[in-house]
């Protein structure tokens, strides 16, 4: 059974532009959370998708958005880049329904240049 | 809100017994989970308490008082390989059971000696 996969490892931008990221979560789970992860700040929750629809959202600014496709497939969006979003960006797929683990990616190391 | 903490650092020597302590604060509770991390890997999950006591996974076991609104992993026979960071996180009652909203700590950093 594969993992959870994460596009692309690694990526860097510059401020003001734009990046996409994807997740596919493990086959016959319908949700995906994403997570940014500093060193300062720790493991933050930025929102989590389940079939097709947002479900909750964490206390990120507007330029962080995301979706997710019918297959499951996630992405992310961060538009006008800033320093401050150099972060590790970690998703984590579950089945969704019920008290059930969820699994991490090995997640998109960001940098802001 | 959400409010979790735990401590910073913490060493151990190895084939000894270590308990790395979280307590939180929250405005409703769902669920209380253990990651572990390694550096630069993805975090892996360890433990899920919802009820309290005590939950044992092999050497693994994790605790949870929620009136106290406190937890705890306790890692036994304790080997090179466990030095990592370890992150208590909640989930709160207002995501719905099988949501994945999570808090987390800000994770414990677990060295072992020889």
């Known amino acids: 059974k594969a993992g959870v996969t994460q596009t692309p490892r690694y990526l860097i931008k510059t401020r003001g532009q734009q990046v996409t990221l994807s997740c596919s979560p493990i086959s016959g789970h319908r949700s995906v959370s994403w997570y940014q992860q500093t060193p300062g700040q720790g493991l933050q929750f930025l929102f989590e998708y389940f079939s097709e629809t947002q479900r909750n959202k964490g206390n990120f600014p507007g330029r962080f958005s995301g979706r997710q496709f019918s297959n499951s497939r996630s992405e992310m969006n961060v538009s006008t880049l800033e320093l401050g979003d150099s972060a590790l960006y970690l998703c984590a797929s579950s089945s969704g329904q019920g008290n059930t683990e969820a699994f991490f990616g090995q997640g998109t190391r960001l940098t802001v240049v | 809100g959400q409010n979790i903490d735990q401590p910073t650092e913490m060493t151990a020597t190895e084939g000894a017994i270590v308990q790395i302590n979280c307590t939180y604060q929250t405005s409703g509770f769902n669920g209380l989970f253990w990651y572990q991390q390694h550096a630069g890997e993805a975090p892996t999950f360890l433990s899920y308490n919802v009820l309290d006591g005590l939950e044992e996974k092999g050497r693994f076991s994790s605790f949870l008082s929620r009136s106290k609104g406190y937890s705890y992993l306790l890692l036994k026979e304790l080997q090179m390989k466990d030095s990592a960071s370890y992150l208590c996180?909640?989930?709160?009652?207002?995501?719905?059971?099988?949501?994945?909203?999570?808090?987390f700590g800000k994770g414990t950093k677990l060295s072992v000696i020889p």
């Open positions: 996180a909640v989930r709160d009652g207002d995501s719905g059971a099988g949501s994945y909203q999570l808090t």
